[in-house]
């Protein structure tokens, strides 16, 4: 996948995720005790061969360019292709009547000037690690215009209503997009992640942009669907679509299945982060730690199970985290109860304070912030 361009997707939902996304844009949340989300994408891309990735970063770039810099994790460092950052230039009404369209048309000369003859477009929220060499087979030898993956969802609990459900015929070409309404116990659901023709895709922006019709690529492609060949392909296996703080706590804790571990950081390619050099973890007093994720550099003396803990984390004797996140340097002092919670990174939880959250709705704790008993 060498002559395709890889391209990210900011998705503008950070109001779904209260104060975690008060200063980060949604794919720059910590993920798995060590990453960020965008570390999955841009590894996903990479290990499939894929050597220009451009993201749309939206406003909040601090932590961006701070994580990112200049791809060398990645090995996208490189002098002509590599790591490209793009943050919003357009002015809020397009942005409100384009939606990516206009993200899109403010690097087009990127598009046109790129040697590479396709794209993969994904949303950057979207968590799975692939081998994508099937995709790919299928797109170029049928001679597809777009290939648009999909995952076969069991939704019987009503769970995944308001996504995007893809309509196939029986060759699995895709006849439209609509939105799952709950009426079925399994669907097809597009994960905001397809292959494209380049020439393609700069005509659709193009298009749209002269013609004021469409407020998405995924709405510029519903548009002309009658006159493009749209093929499908399923992925299986673990994929989450990060779309609140629900979803975000859900998709870290699921990881503490070891098969859905390894199937995100071991089976399918190695995913790269911003190296940091951390001690190992101190374990004081034998404190009783049950299936858990723990980075380095952390000093452990109360009691820690099910839950996602980073680097530098400081819990304190007597203590009790459970079913958590636990983001860095952030200290949960003694005789501390944290149950179903997020705490954000450099923020203290102080004795003897109990913070217990429920599994649909995680108590959260902002960055740099002191929970203090009452």
Not at 147 to 157: C, E, F, G, N
Not at 272 to 293: A, C, G, Q
């Amino acid at each position: 996948m060498d002559n395709f361009i890889g391209i990210l997707n900011n998705t503008n939902l950070e109001a779904n995720f209260n104060s975690l996304c008060k200063n980060r844009p949604v794919y720059m949340l910590p993920f798995a005790s060590r990453y960020r989300l965008v570390d999955v994408c841009i590894s996903n891309m990479v290990n499939n061969g894929i050597k220009t990735v451009a993201i749309y970063t939206g406003e909040k770039i601090r932590s961006t360019m701070d994580h990112l810099s200049d791809g060398k994790p990645w090995n996208l460092n490189s002098r002509f292709q590599g790591l490209f950052l793009y943050p919003p230039i357009t002015q809020e009404l397009s942005i409100e009547r384009l939606g990516d369209l206009a993200d899109f048309y403010s690097t087009l000369s990127f598009l046109e000037t790129a040697r590479e003859e396709n794209v993969m477009v994904q949303d950057s929220n979207v968590i799975f690690m692939k081998n994508l060499d099937e995709a790919y087979k299928k797109f170029t030898e049928n001679d597809a215009d777009i290939l648009m993956m999909y995952v076969k969802q069991s939704d019987s609990a009503g769970e995944y209503v308001n996504t995007d459900k893809l309509h196939l015929d029986q060759q699995g070409y895709v006849t439209n997009i609509g939105i799952n309404l709950g009426t079925e116990t399994e669907f097809n659901m597009y994960i905001n992640t397809l292959f494209i023709k380049k020439e393609v895709l700069i005509n659709l922006i193009k298009e749209s942009v002269e013609k004021g019709n469409a407020s998405s690529l995924k709405d510029a492609i519903i548009k002309n669907k009658n006159t493009l060949n749209i093929m499908s392909y399923p992925v299986s296996g673990f994929v989450e679509i990060i779309k609140d703080s629900r979803t975000y706590f859900h998709a870290n804790l699921s990881l503490l299945d070891m098969n859905k571990f390894k199937e995100l950081f071991i089976n399918n390619g190695r995913v790269m982060t911003k190296t940091k050099d951390e001690p190992s973890t101190i374990y004081r007093d034998y404190p009783e730690v049950e299936n858990s994720l723990i980075a380095n550099g952390c000093e452990i003396e109360g009691d820690v199970e099910n839950s996602i803990i980073f680097r530098g984390v400081k819990i304190g004797k007597n203590a009790i985290v459970k079913n958590s996140i636990i983001m860095q340097k952030t200290v949960i002092e003694e005789g501390a109860v944290v149950v179903n919670s997020i705490i954000d990174k450099y923020s203290i939880v102080e004795k003897e304070v109990s913070l217990v959250g429920s599994v649909n709705q995680p108590y959260i704790v902002g960055k740099s912030e002191v929970a203090e008993k009452d």
